[in-house]
């Protein structure tokens, strides 16, 4: 595998509130995460921060999986560490109350490819010159979208169309999206600094481009998303199988 991981604080922002990781466990698994702290939340820096540091602690020591049901609940147990971590710190000190971040990626076993998601960050497949997305955002809109109450339209320039429904630390308990999803030529996993600005089938084009190695696609993407205004921080790692 091939994969390259670039993060920027864009052109508006103070801070970079977005944190990631791509780290292998002595087994040959691929963890890859991007956490984005809530854009208007207290230490949004810190909830990401630590929500990485932990699974960078708990991950190196990991396996083996079993089975891929090992696996999802191994994800699933350890987002619900992070979690209480981050809530825990958010009641205990002043300077972190109401801090939350988003947290999206992958998990690469022997056994197959599970994707991860809590908020509104992605996670993009890319197979047979198609682009796949295979994370559901946790938001407001997207949850009227999908229960029919708004049209697609409309979620576009909908003024709640950032408030998410699920993020870590916000609730004692986060059950985050954890599914095994098709092997795929690329995952792209990245912030809504990315997602937010620049269009699927821009990304897709870049992703694509058989005249360009993984680095410079993901130069590419980073830099398309500042060219677009750069509004918010922007991560991705782009994988190659």
Request: hydrophobic share 35%; net charge negative; proline share 1%.
């Amino acid at each position: 595998m091939n994969y390259y991981c670039i993060t920027d604080k864009g052109l508006v922002r103070e801070k970079n509130q977005d944190s990631y990781i791509a780290i292998s466990n002595q087994y040959g698994d691929l963890l890859v995460l991007v956490a984005d702290g809530i854009g208007g939340g207290k230490a949004g820096e810190v909830a990401s921060g630590e929500t990485i540091k932990y699974f960078n602690d708990v991950f190196k020591d990991s396996g083996p999986f079993d089975t891929i049901e090992d696996s999802i609940n191994y994800i699933s147990y350890h987002v619900n560490c992070a979690n209480k971590h981050i809530y825990e710190l958010s009641n205990d000190y002043y300077d972190y109350a109401g801090m939350g971040t988003t947290l999206t990626g992958i998990l690469i076993t022997c056994h197959g490819t599970l994707s991860i998601n809590c908020g509104d960050s992605r996670v993009y497949g890319f197979i047979d010159h198609m682009c796949i997305r295979l994370t559901s955002d946790h938001t407001l809109v997207n949850q009227m979208l999908e229960n029919g109450q708004i049209t697609y339209e409309e979620s576009m320039n909908h003024p709640k169309r950032h408030y998410l429904v699920k993020a870590i630390g916000i609730f004692p308990v986060c059950n985050a999206d954890v599914h095994k999803v098709k092997d795929m030529d690329y995952y792209l996993i990245c912030s809504d600094g990315l997602h937010g600005y620049v269009s699927d089938d821009e990304i897709s084009k870049i992703v694509l481009n058989e005249n360009k190695d993984v680095r410079q696609k993901t130069i590419d993407l980073k830099d398309l998303a500042l060219l677009k205004g750069g509004l918010d921080n922007i991560t991705l790692v782009l994988v190659k199988r």
